[in-house]
């Protein structure tokens, strides 16, 4: 069911955006007169390596710096790329990944291989399941640019404060993840892109819902700062 779900939705959802998509490409190709797409190698179900379609935000061979991590003040993000990541629209092109079959339209992130070899036992539980568009952890951390703005080092403060809550969210959807669940989520992240208060509000009511923990319904209101903690399964904070 699931997957009907993620073809007929992704298939609609490409044919309704196309005009969009169109039109972006153009300006991203207008920039630099180079390709509007970044094929993305990245980390999918059973740790099978695929390639994700990404709108080009940033400059060509942007990825040769050896730094996974993207803050909101980059220098190598364009100005089109800047409009691309405040709406998101980097991420329509991945319904090309959900009708191929790598991705659903729910599910966690995925991550490049860099990152996912750092992964704990437990953390491995992630990659038992397709990766998706978008999440719980899409949502609560749909600002990821700006809490590493200003890092000198964005790598390692994603894996010390971004990734903990990711993998966690990550492991608590695997583990109670429904068809009416992935709906409520498609509905938020929707939401997200006109009041993110009130998306992150339905985010923490859902996972109460769900039963999930104390700390994982106060991280998605993101009302308070985040401070640095172990990923799921270690003891230690990333260093």
């Given at each position: 069911?699931?997957?009907?779900?993620?073809?007929?939705?992704?298939a609609?959802?490409?044919?309704?955006?196309?005009?969009?998509?169109?039109?972006?490409?153009?300006?991203?190709?207008?920039?630099?007169?180079r390709?509007?797409?970044?094929?993305?190698?990245?980390?999918?179900?059973?740790?099978?390596?695929?390639?994700?379609?990404?709108?080009?935000?940033?400059?060509i061979?942007?990825?040769?710096?050896?730094?996974?991590?993207?803050?909101?003040?980059?220098?190598?993000?364009?100005?089109?790329?800047?409009?691309?990541?405040?709406?998101?629209?980097?991420?329509?092109?991945?319904?090309?990944?959900?009708?191929?079959?790598?991705?659903?339209?729910?599910?966690?992130?995925?991550?490049?291989?860099?990152?996912?070899?750092?992964?704990?036992?437990?953390?491995?539980?992630?990659?038992?399941?397709?990766?998706?568009?978008?999440?719980?952890?899409?949502?609560?951390?749909?600002?990821?640019?700006?809490?590493?703005?200003?890092s000198?080092?964005?790598?390692?403060?994603?894996?010390q404060?971004?990734?903990?809550?990711?993998?966690?969210?990550?492991?608590?959807?695997?583990?109670?993840?429904?068809?009416?669940?992935?709906?409520?989520?498609?509905?938020?992240?929707?939401?997200?892109?006109?009041?993110?208060?009130?998306?992150?509000?339905?985010?923490?009511?859902?996972?109460?819902?769900?039963?999930?923990?104390?700390?994982?319904?106060?991280?998605?209101?993101?009302?308070?700062?985040?401070?640095?903690s172990?990923?799921?399964?270690?003891?230690k904070?990333?260093?």
């Amino acid at each position: 069911m699931k997957r009907l779900f993620d073809l007929t939705f992704a298939a609609i959802g490409l044919l309704a955006l196309s005009p969009i998509l169109v039109f972006v490409s153009f300006l991203v190709w207008a920039q630099d007169f180079r390709s509007p797409l970044y094929l993305a190698p990245r980390v999918g179900r059973s740790g099978r390596i695929f390639t994700m379609y990404k709108l080009r935000s940033m400059v060509i061979n942007a990825d040769k710096n050896g730094v996974d991590s993207t803050s909101a003040d980059d220098a190598r993000i364009t100005k089109i790329g800047k409009i691309i990541r405040k709406f998101k629209l980097d991420e329509l092109t991945q319904l090309i990944n959900v009708v191929k079959g790598d991705m659903s339209l729910v599910g966690p992130r995925p991550n490049v291989e860099n990152e996912t070899n750092k992964y704990s036992e437990d953390e491995k539980l992630i990659l038992s399941v397709k990766p998706g568009i978008t999440d719980f952890a899409s949502i609560i951390f749909s600002d990821e640019g700006e809490i590493l703005k200003g890092s000198s080092d964005p790598d390692l403060d994603y894996n010390q404060i971004i990734r903990p809550w990711k993998s966690r969210l990550g492991i608590f959807y695997i583990q109670n993840q429904t068809f009416i669940t992935d709906l409520k989520i498609i509905c938020y992240t929707l939401l997200s892109l006109l009041s993110r208060t009130s998306a992150l509000k339905g985010v923490s009511c859902l996972l109460k819902e769900k039963n999930a923990s104390s700390a994982l319904i106060k991280i998605a209101l993101r009302d308070a700062p985040i401070t640095p903690s172990a990923p799921p399964g270690l003891s230690k904070i990333t260093s």
